[in-house]
């Protein structure tokens, strides 16, 4: 699985950005996908996750109200809309794939096999 993520850019706190997150290798809907974030100097944390149809989704408390992620099976890409970014959401975000149709997406890292390379996000204050 190839995975490809991009929309980041430079916001100020109140804006909005959606990630895309480009798929293609395996069928779309044989895996479950989410979205990590490492800031500097910090450890790569879970932001959020969706099953492979789209029906359980999963967010971290942090982002909760504020981030949406969803999946469209015809264009191979999952998305993640962030409304109301904060300073602290800067951080490089990184989509994965979670092999396998379980129902319920994971939350840890070592359980997505494949990684895209990431797409900076800076929110200014």
């Known amino acids: 699985v190839q995975l490809q993520a991009f929309g980041g850019g430079l916001v100020q706190a109140g804006g909005s950005l959606r990630l895309s997150c480009a798929a293609s290798?395996?069928?779309?809907?044989?895996?479950?996908m989410g979205w990590f974030r490492q800031a500097p100097g910090e450890e790569r944390e879970f932001v959020s996750a969706?099953?492979?149809?789209?029906?359980?989704?999963s967010v971290t408390d942090s982002v909760k109200g504020r981030f949406t992620i969803s999946r469209d099976d015809a264009k191979n890409t999952m998305y993640l809309q962030m409304n109301n970014l904060k300073p602290e959401d800067t951080a490089v975000y990184y989509c994965?794939?979670?092999?396998?149709?379980?129902?319920?997406?994971?939350?840890?890292?070592?359980?997505?096999?494949?990684w895209g390379r990431g797409t900076l996000v800076t929110v200014s204050s």
């Open positions: 969706i099953n492979w149809s789209g029906t359980s989704t």
């Open positions: 290798g395996r069928p779309f809907n044989s895996y479950n």
């Open positions: 994965a794939a979670q092999m396998g149709r379980r129902p319920i997406p994971s939350s840890r890292s070592y359980e997505y096999s494949y």
